[in-house]
């Protein structure tokens, strides 16, 4: 241990834990389950109504899409959990070779030992509490810390974790930059980070400091494909809401629509059509309709719109910006330069610009110039042209004709690929990221090895050759 770390105020913290790593860990598959049913209970009796209120602070999110988005997939994350903890457990056999005749051989799914779990600001409970379950189900121990940046979601998350956890399990750590760069210097077992590609960099680089394993949950520019044979109404639908859910600030949100020229229009009328459906003729009113999360964020959204506007974007709808509010009014843009900023950075927010193209070649181009996203959406009733998007572009996940649905299926894996993440999470997934899979064999008779110890010989060298065809 060097002088920063003796220094570091988290390293008693740290210490706690890793003191009580094997104890948690031997913990048996029921009890490990007690502790995500005194989660659940947490969650959608004690303390339902004080997340929906935390967040509707820091967002003005409606209590329905904090159910929605907050509440009900950890709870989901929990159940599969309880139902399946059992056999994730369990002595997993695999075949073991004849040339090893004697011999059976299973993996163990252990747990990593001291984890950190770094959640951002957009879903604070969500993806702060979904990986906990993970690392908990999988018997490790966690410091977690949540975002500084919606303070009263971290708040009643430092509260849930008091009531459910021990001090030597789970330990919640408030803060922002700082705290964080001194929780990096420690030799975590594994670190568990969602947020942006580029803050994941800084992760990886300290990570890689203490060898630590990494997933890495990140974002990107995803597209959404919408061809001449996709029900317009249908899908407009799916993506207005995809687009609107927690005013944009979704990392799998529809960042940019890929339309083809023969529907432009039809599409561009029903954005409109759709926005007003689901959020009136003024969204600021409307009541299902949420804020930018602080003002920093709103100003941001604010340069990427007038930049495009500069470059010759045109307002399709919307557009409308109250600085004291931190809100911004859904918004449609068309006639988006290709060195606009706002089609080289994600937008996460309430912005959607539609880009047009006339050849599936040239659509997937456009996907391939950018870097690989942590989603993709198409909209098509022609299997042939589903086939050739999937199979020319690499992502994180697709939905075909629906969006941001598979984060809520828990058997799928969800992460991304290169830029857009590092490692799986949901279900067994986010079970075995969190775990070793510990390579076990046990010799039950004579082995066959003893055929073949030194001294070397002929003979030796006759019997490894025929071992080898065992193999």
Known sequence: MNQTEEQNPYREAFNTLKESQFKVANRTYKQRIQKLKKLRVALEHTFKNDIRQALYEDFKKPFLETDLSEIYPVISEIKLAQR???????????????????????????????????????????????????????????????????????????????????????????????????????????????????????????????????????????????????????????????????????????????????????????????????????????????????????????????????????VECGGLINKQQNYMEPTVLSDVAPQANILKEEIFGPILPVLTFSTLEEAIAIINTRERPLAMYIYSKTPKNITQLVNNTRTGGTCINNNLVHFLNHQLPFGGVNSSGIGKSHGFFGFEEFSNKRAMLKQHIWATTKLIYPPYNKFKQKVVDVMLKWF
């Not at 760069?181 to 594994?190: I, M, R, T, W, Y």
């Not at 890495?216 to 494909?225: D, Y």
């Open 84 to 314: 399946e903890l059992k056999s994730w457990t369990g002595k997993h056999s695999v075949s073991t070779p004849w040339a090893l005749f004697g011999a059976t051989s299973w993996i163990k799914y252990e747990p990593k030992g001291v984890c950190l779990i770094i959640a951002p600001w957009n879903f604070p409970f969500n993806l702060l509490l979904s990986p906990l379950v993970s690392a908990v189900a999988a018997g490790n121990v966690v410091i977690l810390k949540p975002s500084e940046m919606a303070p009263h979601s971290a708040k009643v998350l430092d509260k849930i974790s008091k009531y459910v956890f021990e001090p030597n399990e789970v330990i919640l750590v408030q803060g922002g930059i700082p705290e964080t760069e001194e929780l990096l210097k420690l030799p975590f077992n594994h670190i568990f980070f969602t947020g942006s590609t580029a803050v994941g960099k800084i992760i990886m680089r300290e990570a890689a400091k203490n060898l630590t394993s990494v997933t890495l949950e990140l974002g990107g520019k995803s597209p959404t494909i919408v061809d001449a044979s996709a029900n317009i109404e249908a899908a407009v639908q799916k993506i207005v809401f995809g687009k609107c859910l927690n005013a944009g600030q979704t990392c799998i949100a529809p960042d940019y629509l890929l339309v083809h020229d023969k529907v432009k229009d039809r599409v561009i009328d029903q954005l409109k059509k759709t926005i007003k459906q689901f959020y009136s003729e003024n969204p600021e009113t409307a009541v299902s309709f949420s804020r930018i999360v602080n003002q920093k964020h709103l100003e941001r959204l604010e340069k990427l719109l007038q930049n495009a506007l500069s470059l010759g974007a045109t």
